[in-house]
């Protein structure tokens, strides 16, 4: 089993950033890619941005594009969500994911391992 923590979400303002950290744990061999979900209140969970691979090719929603950023560091099972230009929009729950697949798509069932989420708020 996999384990995922995250941590950094917060209150800020609109226009600021936010960094939000992911560890994984546990069999960590046998992730390959790793990524960031989001759910507001009411809504289905969606896909934001991933990193397939083992530090590979990146995947964005077109809603983050130009404003966020994920990188990985492999030695220390982690990956980083920068946020810039934060929009009221943007608040959720963010989720951490991973999956043991090589190119995994946006679609939830491509992930196999889940954080239990951190609450990113953004006020207008």
């Known amino acids: 089993q996999v384990q995922m923590v995250e941590s950094g979400g917060g209150l800020v303002q609109a226009g600021g950033s936010l960094r939000l950290s992911c560890a994984a744990s546990?069999?960590?061999?046998?992730?390959?890619?790793m990524g960031w979900f989001r759910q507001a209140p009411g809504q289905e969970r969606e896909f934001v941005i991933c990193i397939r691979g083992s530090g590979g090719s990146t995947l964005y929603a077109d809603s983050v594009k130009g404003r966020f950023t994920i990188t990985r560091d492999n030695g220390k099972n982690t990956v980083y969500l920068e946020m810039n230009n934060l929009k009221p929009e943007d608040t959720a729950v963010y989720y951490c994911?991973?999956?043991?697949?090589?190119?995994?798509?946006?679609?939830?069932?491509?992930?196999?391992?889940w954080g239990q989420g951190t609450q990113v708020t953004v006020s207008s």
């Open positions: 546990g069999r960590t061999l046998s992730i390959y890619s």
């Open positions: 994911a991973a999956s043991t697949r090589w190119n995994p798509s946006s679609d939830r069932l491509n992930w196999d391992y």
